[in-house]
Structure formats: structure tokens, C-alpha cells
């Protein structure tokens, strides 16, 4: 079975650190492109950062210098590491295996949720002033 399922969501205020995790099943993290959405009430689904199998990764322009993506091969993992969040990084985060294919380039100009076995259900992430 396929799945990916993210956690380590929550409420912190501004300037503060989360880490998000990413972990799957039926398939490595190392195996494929692996990536973070994120969604907030009004806006629209953004491609926060990614991860490739060579380690090449890539930020949106707003978390350049904030956040740091990575894998635990050990631990089928992906991490998203925010620091010095603000409050516009609000969003439910959402986890997804090939991101920038065009399936979800695609589906994601209608919204975060996708609802597919290599997307994840989301983790909510909200900073206070």
C-alpha cells in the first residue's frame, strides 16, 4: 500500500522553529522527488520546497534562508525545518512524492487538496504575531 503522512504541525509565534516530518509507505523517500505544499485560507496551493534524489533542492522565494529541507534514508523520512517562521507561513503543509510532476502542477491550481495515495493529508501550521 502507498501513502505518504506528514507531521510535527502546530502553534508557535513568530521568530519560533518547527520541524515537519514526511514519511511513506511502498516506496522510499530516496527513490523519487519528494516536496511541501502549502495552503492558506484564501490563497493558493504554493510549492514550498523540494527535494530531489541527487539531494539538489529547491525554495520558494519567501522561505530562502529559513527553511531547510532534508532526508533520513534510514528513517524513510523528509524533513522540513522552519525557522524564524512569520505569521503568513500559516498554512496546512502537505507532503507529496513527485511534486512538480505535471499530475499535481496540474491539480494543485485548484487547491492543496489533492487527495492522492502519494499526497499527504496535511499538517496544520499556524504562527502568532
Known amino acids: 500500500e502507498i501513502s505518504v503522512m506528514e507531521s510535527g504541525g502546530g502553534s508557535v509565534q513568530a521568530g519560533e522553529s518547527l520541524r515537519l516530518s514526511c514519511t511513506t509507505t511502498?516506496?522510499?523517500?530516496?527513490?523519487?522527488?519528494m516536496g511541501w505544499y502549502r495552503q492558506a485560507p484564501g490563497n493558493e496551493c504554493e510549492l514550498v520546497s523540494t527535494?530531489?534524489?541527487?539531494?539538489?533542492?529547491y525554495y520558494t522565494d519567501s522561505v530562502k534562508g529559513r527553511f531547510i529541507i532534508s532526508e533520513d534514508k534510514a528513517k524513510n523520512t523528509v524533513y522540513l525545518q522552519m525557522n524564524s517562521l512569520k505569521p503568513e507561513d500559516s498554512a496546512v503543509y502537505y507532503c507529496?512524492?513527485?511534486?512538480?510532476?505535471?499530475?499535481?502542477?496540474?491539480?494543485?491550481?485548484?487547491?492543496?487538496?489533492?487527495?492522492?495515495?502519494?499526497w499527504g493529508q496535511g499538517t496544520q501550521v499556524t504562527v502568532s504575531p
Open positions: 527535494i530531489d534524489i541527487d539531494g539538489s533542492t
Open positions: 511502498g516506496f522510499r523517500v530516496d527513490e523519487t522527488e
Open positions: 507529496a512524492a513527485e511534486p512538480r510532476s505535471a499530475k499535481y502542477t496540474a491539480a494543485t491550481m485548484a487547491g492543496c487538496n489533492i487527495g492522492d495515495d502519494t
